[in-house]
Structures are given as C-alpha cells and as structure tokens.
C-alpha cells in the first residue's frame, strides 16, 4: 500500500524552529516530485514548498522563502521541511504530496504545527 507519514510537528514557541519529516512507502519514491501543504482552520489549503524528484530544483512561497527550506533523502524515502523563525501564521495542519505527471499523487494524514507563546 502507498503510505505517506508525516511527523515532526508540535507546539513551539515564535521564533522557534521545527523539522518537519515525511516518509514513503509503496511507490518509487525517487522518480516523484514531492510538495509540502499546509492548511489553517478555515483557510484553503496552501503550497509551502516543493522539490524536485532527484533534490536539483527547490521552490517556496513568498512568504516562506528564507525562512523554510526542503530537502530530501531519496536513499531514506523521506521529504523534510526545516521550519526556522516561526511565527503564529504559520499554525497549520501541514500535508506531504508525492506526485507524478497527472495519474498519481499520494497525500499524508498531516501533522499539526502549533506556534504560541
């Protein structure tokens, strides 16, 4: 079965840091392009960042760039988001999503990232 399982997530402070882990299972995880999502109550769900199947080509929203940054270890089949100087916004449902052209994408269950003082 095609599994994605995010965990990393938890309550932290602003200004804080998370990393933010997801692994695969049951599909050939090197040949996908892997995303992050978020998703806050009440909001659409949002593109975080996305890096290419073989890790050559990263890409942020606006308002992550410099502050976040993906990375992945197609050895490990695992995705991960470096989460640095978080802020309250940021609080959010946050989703992995493997994808290949346009038959297959696969999402995770989400982990929650909490940022309060």
């Known amino acids: 079965q095609v599994q994605l399982v995010e965990s990393g997530g938890g309550l932290v402070q602003p200004g804080g840091s998370l990393r933010l882990s997801c692994t695969a299972s049951?599909?050939?995880?090197?040949?996908?392009?892997m995303r992050w999502y978020r998703q806050a109550p009440g909001k659409e769900r949002e593109l975080v960042a996305g890096?290419?199947?073989?890790?050559?080509?990263?890409d942020y929203a606006d308002s992550m760039k410099g502050r976040f940054a993906i990375s992945r270890d197609n050895a490990k089949n695992t995705v991960y988001l470096q989460m640095n100087s978080l802020k309250p916004e940021d609080t959010a449902v946050y989703y992995c999503?493997?994808?290949?052209?346009?038959?297959?994408?696969?999402w995770g269950q989400g982990t929650q990232v909490t940022v309060s003082s």
């Open positions: 049951g599909f050939t995880f090197s040949n996908y392009r």
């Open positions: 890096i290419s199947s073989n890790g050559g080509t990263t």
């Open positions: 999503n493997a994808r290949s052209g346009l038959r297959y994408s696969y």
